[in-house]
């Protein structure tokens, strides 16, 4: 063992760095503000395009690998565990269940929300997976006829749902022509 | 449906803006002794072995701490460059020099600022000095030399 | 995965520095990189002039509002040297030490600057808006994400699969916000209970305020060296004894989130190339990735310091207590000591290597120490980054 057992590092028991007040910060000398006016125009590519279109028609459509069967959505053009491109397209039923289910109070920049939004990852009935297994089908949306205390109790996990589409005149080929995922009565 | 059908014509796009209103930029500990100094019209640099650095570094290169120093020129421009349009691309009024001057008393470095000149006048190691704002409009940013002039 | 495990040279680390963590410092990225690096290079007894290459780390330039910031703080060292920028969100703290490994294994270089930095401060209204940016822009981000969803998500999954209450998990809270009371860099450093955590701010249910890490400057720095070069340095080098590393897909929500394949993989090869066989006993102390509570049990498990869902028990138990069987985050972690994020990754070595030294001072750990591993994960649950010393 080290001979220097037991004796902290000199130097760092008092690490550097000036620590600022908000105010103060405001009131430095030679303080730069700058607001960037980037704007961004995302390509939603190959297959994600596809995706979109489907969904204006109210579907919800998936690629599946040649090689593997596993049946993607959301729909890549690659197969990522193969490598090869996924060539055929399947329409899935929508169908699935609530893989987890989260109550949010808060916003994209952390303001609070009016009213909180129940958001989770639906795990979509589609072939090619083993039951049970690591990877799924599956899709990142809000849940709705969820209660909070569905989700703190843990009901809400494993419960079936189905898409609730917005009205054909509504949908613009975005992920929001699905409004939200809902409980499958009965 | 091979993917070959799929033109370019039917990719969706999606617009998207910086998530970000602002950032506030601290200048840092010796930044902070540069814009104090601006705001008097001096202007610093940072003494280290080897040469003066405009504007000061909190470090030499070597590692060794430096010392703060106040540069007097005279200005020299190192190498310039005439623009014409501004950064979206709109015709600017009148041609605009702009150019990396150096202070003889420091080879390490320089300011990169405007030159009220006549862009055919303008030479390499042309002779320049800075126009300072009026004390009362200087807010200790480098914008408080209004512009670099010929000596 | 194959990778080849009988490397040429072996690597020390034979400094570690840090700056204070905080969530606005005056210093600029560059002065905060070179601050840490200066401190490394002390505790090494060594300047400047004797290194030989760079590595830099940090986490997305729209933190600090600067394009090519691994560059700018490349300044503070990097003059005339080989220099690069290493990045996996996240994981860059422990990634920055494993790529300056490779760089002195493979004998490029015989003295490596490992340096990483992250200034979250300078974006306004909140940091939380460049996290946007993370998410997906055609299918995520039109549903108005917070990066919090993410955590929380993987939080509810982990907490049903394997029956762990938010009492339980705020105890890590508890534990690394303790244990931060000895840290001199700390910046969340507090003596709280389960109760503070259950009762702070809601923001995602299961995640409160104190469920997370805060939002930080700061740096962090290493030096690495191969065996000669280490020898001479010190008398008590810190050997490198394995990495890891891996990254999964982007589809996180295509995946079961109860257990970290990304970190496990990236685990296993870390283990092998150190020939550690049952790390849950080879291990004396760890420093897995805790920027939420449940984060650093989920991790404990990638790692395998615990079979799948039986962190929770263990930690019950004190366990993972600096007393304890098997102490994780005895420096405090992300939770107690901050989150400026590659810099927070960066700094979990360096406390694996001052508790292997005994030089932890006041948060050295109980048990007789051999094998320490560190850890970090990054992106969209996707990389995992691990790296084991040994002394």
């Known amino acids: ?186 | ?151 | 995965m194959r990778t080849n495990i009988f490397v040429k040279d072996r690597v020390a680390v034979v400094g570690a520095g840090l700056t204070l963590f905080r969530r606005r410092l005056q210093e600029t990225p560059r002065e905060l990189a070179w601050e840490a690096a200066k401190q490394a290079l002390e505790s090494a007894g060594l300047t400047f002039d004797d290194i030989d290459c760079i590595v830099t780390g940090t986490a997305p330039d729209a933190f600090d509002g600067l394009h090519f910031n691994g560059e700018y703080i490349a300044d503070a060292g990097g003059f005339g040297k080989p220099t690069v920028r290493v990045y996996v969100g996240g994981g860059t703290g422990v990634f920055v030490p494993v790529a300056a490994w490779w760089h002195a294994a493979s004998g490029l270089c015989d003295t490596v600057l490992a340096v990483a930095e992250e200034k979250m401060s300078p974006a306004h209204p909140h940091p939380q808006g460049v996290f946007a940016y993370i998410w997906d822009p055609i299918l995520e981000r039109p549903l108005g994400p917070n990066l919090i969803w993410i955590f929380a998500m993987e939080m509810r999954r982990y907490m049903y699969k394997c029956g762990a209450t938010k009492e339980t998990i705020a105890k890590v809270s508890v534990k690394n916000k303790r244990n931060a009371l000895d840290h001199p860099a700390a910046q969340a450093a507090a003596n709280i209970t389960v109760e503070d955590v259950l009762n702070s701010e809601l923001l995602v249910w299961p995640v409160n305020r104190l469920d997370i890490s805060p939002v930080s400057d700061g740096a962090a720095a290493v030096i690495l060296a191969r065996e000669n070069e280490a020898r001479r340095i010190t008398d008590s080098p810190v050997w490198v004894e394995g990495i890891g590393f891996t990254l999964d897909n982007t589809h996180w929500y295509n995946r079961e989130l109860a257990f970290p394949r990304y970190v496990n993989y990236a685990a296993r090869m870390a283990y092998k190339m150190a020939g550690i066989e049952r790390p849950w006993k080879e291990i004396d102390v760890a420093e897995p990735y805790d920027p939420f509570d449940y984060k650093e049990l989920h991790h404990i498990e990638g790692l395998m310091l615990a079979r799948p869902c039986e962190a929770p028990k263990l930690l019950e138990e004190g366990w993972f207590d600096r007393s304890g069987e098997l102490p994780t985050s005895p420096s405090g972690g992300l939770l107690g000591v901050g989150n400026p994020i590659a810099a927070a990754g960066l700094m979990k070595v360096a406390e694996i290597f001052w508790q292997l030294r005994y030089e932890a001072g006041p948060r050295q750990v109980k048990k007789p120490v051999h094998y320490g591993v560190a850890q970090a994960w990054g992106d969209l649950m996707q990389a995992g980054t691990v790296i084991v010393l040994g002394n």
């Open chain 2, 1 to 151: 449906m091979v993917w070959k059908a799929w033109r370019i014509g039917d990719v969706i796009h999606y617009p998207g803006s910086e998530e970000v209103e602002k950032y506030v930029y601290t200048p840092g500990i010796h930044g902070i002794e540069f814009a104090k100094a601006l705001k008097e019209g001096r202007i610093l640099g940072m003494k280290c072995p080897g040469g003066v650095h405009v504007p000061p570094k909190t470090y030499c290169p070597d590692g060794s701490p430096g010392e703060l120093v106040e540069v007097k020129g005279p200005w020299r421009i190192a190498t310039f460059t005439v623009v014409y349009e501004d950064i979206y691309g709109n015709p600017l009024p009148e041609p605009q020099v702009l150019a990396l001057i150096r202070p003889d008393d420091a080879r390490r470095g320089g300011l990169i600022h405007i030159v009220k000149a006549d862009p055919d006048a303008v030479y390499i190691g042309m002779e320049v000095k800075p126009h300072w704002r009026p004390p009362e409009q200087r807010t200790g940013h480098i914008t408080d030399i209004e512009y670099f002039e010929p000596a």
């Open chain 1, 1 to 186: 063992m080290s001979s220097r057992s037991g004796r902290p590092q000199p130097g760092w028991v008092n690490p550097p760095g000036h620590y600022l007040k908000r105010d103060e910060m405001y009131s430095l000398v030679g303080l730069v503000e700058y607001p960037p006016r980037a704007k961004y125009l995302f390509s939603a590519g190959q297959a994600q395009s596809r995706f979109l279109m489907g969904l204006k028609e109210g579907k919800i459509l998936g690629t599946r690998c040649p090689r593997c069967g596993r049946v993607y959505v959301p729909p890549r053009m690659y197969c990522e565990y193969c490598h090869t491109h996924t060539l055929e397209w399947v329409e899935l039923p929508g169908t699935g269940v609530i893989h987890t289910a989260v109550i949010s109070y808060i916003g994209t920049f952390r303001e609070r929300r009016k009213e909180p939004v129940i958001v989770g990852v639906i795990q979509l009935d589609a072939p090619g997976y083993t039951p049970g297994g690591y990877e799924f089908a599956g899709l990142f949306h809000r849940l709705c006829g969820v209660t909070p205390e569905d989700v703190m109790s843990g009901r809400a996990i494993g419960m079936r749902v189905k898409p609730r589409w917005r009205p054909p005149e509504e949908r613009r080929g975005d992920i929001n022509d699905i409004e939200c995922f809902e409980p499958i009565e009965g």
